[in-house]
């Protein structure tokens, strides 16, 4: 029992970091088939492309290799081949192992890939290391305020140098019912909703109000993750742990401790299966891998092992931006039925930044490729059709289509609200501590929630391991 719930618990760790990159529908193959996969885009038309990419700067032998940890950056390769002629080889690498294999291959001085991505999570590190070429270099100041402002910041190092940018925005939003919306509170106007959403103590007793009418207000209890880190973990060299942080622990034990979602944890086949329709409603035991019967990876599997159990429809999921994605995949004959408002704090997630290896001997044509991704409006509105949704980072294309309406979410100007989210983000509370601090904090919730430790054990664990991992920072007890 215990080596299955160890593979469980892997499996977890590896979806989850697969499909928060960027929420594309292929996002998480890599990660499912257990090994790199590598894509060549060798279309030959000599089409131009528009804007400022019309005509590629070809150097070295005409190619480009592209190491990304996003599968839509395949389609992107696709699309740049396909308008200028330029063959683009491109490999997607499990988010795990990503940042290994670009460290390996950097500092062992190989000249490809030409082309590299992070997260804004990795990027301190590789800007710290050398892995980015400067894009200033080549031109980038050129296009400064054509980019969302926070996204072009994210995208340069300590010293204010570009090196990557971004073709998204991914600001936080609550996806809901709109049905169940009118149902319970008499209404589904996307600011009212907003209003059941505002802080942590006004969500506990929306999930109370919608339990009442027999539905679950979330599948998991990590929906609203996305907005807890409303302030820095690090402040001046201590940490930080605000109310804030706090009232999100409250919010997570109550929700878990008085049975108030679906005991679906993120990613898993339950959670998936939340967006088209009622679930079974998991026992805390299945959802912490104590109850190895039931396997929530596969659907066939899990569907015979919950048949008897009770059912209940889920009412919302906290995902950013590119979740749009992720519920295109998968609302099914819901499609029609779902609004988006804002949470209780300015969330954000994810995000694939592009750029250009240090050692590429292309990067004339290098540049070209990364402002064909995110600098060109051709390929913005390209994207925006492609993609059904996904919010790009263009100034001028998001202005463009600010008055689309999208159909999946009631005819929203998702557009519209996504940029004005995304002026509430701020990047400099993102912290290179910031991955192993919120684990630390989020098995502390853990802990609590499931009566492991008491709050006060689970703090003390939680502050023992930030002393032992960061003894540089402070710490104020």
């Known amino acids: 029992m215990k080596m299955k719930k160890l593979l469980a618990l892997v499996l977890a760790g590896l979806m989850t970091a697969s499909m928060v990159g960027c929420g594309s529908e292929d996002a998480g193959a890599s990660a499912s088939s257990g090994s790199s996969s590598s894509d060549s885009s060798s279309s030959t038309s000599t089409s131009s492309a528009a804007a400022d990419s019309t005509e590629a700067t070809v150097t070295g032998d005409g190619k480009l290799v592209v190491w990304t940890l996003a599968a839509d950056l395949k389609q992107f390769a696709e699309r740049y081949t396909e308008k200028t002629g330029v063959q683009v080889e491109t490999v997607v690498i499990e988010p795990a192992e990503y940042p290994t294999k670009v460290q390996t291959a950097i500092m062992g001085g190989e000249k490809e890939p030409d082309i590299i991505v992070g997260e804004p999570q990795m990027l301190e590190d590789f800007f710290d290391n050398g892995f980015f070429a400067n894009l200033d270099e080549l031109g980038a100041k050129d296009y400064e305020g054509q980019i969302v402002d926070y996204v072009w910041k994210v995208g340069q190092d300590a010293s204010g140098v570009q090196r990557a940018i971004s073709y998204q925005i991914t600001p936080a939003g609550i996806y809901y019912r709109r049905d169940i919306a009118q149902e319970v509170f008499g209404t589904d106007d996307p600011d009212e909703i907003g209003k059941k959403f505002a802080d942590y103590p006004t969500i506990l007793e929306t999930a109370k109000a919608l339990k009442a009418k027999g539905y679950r207000i979330f599948a998991s209890d990590s929906e609203i993750n996305y907005f807890s880190g409303d302030s820095a973990w690090v402040v001046d060299g201590a940490l930080n742990v605000s109310e804030a942080r706090f009232d999100y622990m409250d919010l997570v034990v109550s929700l878990y401790q008085n049975d108030l ?217």
């Open 261 to 477: 979602t679906a005991y679906a944890n993120q990613w898993s086949t339950p959670w998936f299966q939340a967006m088209s329709g009622d679930v079974p409603i998991l026992t805390a035991e299945i959802q912490n891998y104590e109850d190895d019967s039931v396997n929530v990876w596969d659907a066939e599997s899990f569907a015979e092992a919950t048949a008897d159990l009770e059912r209940t429809t889920v009412f919302a999921f906290g995902l950013p931006s590119w979740g749009v994605l992720t519920m295109r995949d998968n609302v099914g004959e819901t499609s029609g039925k779902w609004g988006v408002c804002a949470g209780p704090a300015y969330g954000f997630g994810g995000g694939t930044y592009i750029g250009i290896s240090s050692l590429s001997e292309r990067k004339d044509t290098a540049w070209d490729f990364v402002k064909f991704c995110t600098l060109n409006e051709e390929t913005a509105d390209w994207w925006i059709e492609a993609s059904q949704g996904d919010t790009v980072s263009l100034i001028s294309a998001l202005d463009k289509h600010k008055d689309d309406e999208n159909p999946i979410y009631g005819g929203e100007k998702l557009y519209s609200f996504w940029l004005e989210q995304a002026k509430g983000i701020d990047y400099s509370k993102v912290t290179k501590y910031d991955k192993v601090i919120g684990d630390a904090w989020g098995a502390a919730i853990g802990a609590i929630k499931t009566g492991q430790a008491t709050k006060e054990e689970a703090l003390n664990t939680f502050y023992d391991t930030i002393q032992s991992t960061y003894p540089e920072i402070q710490l104020n007890r």
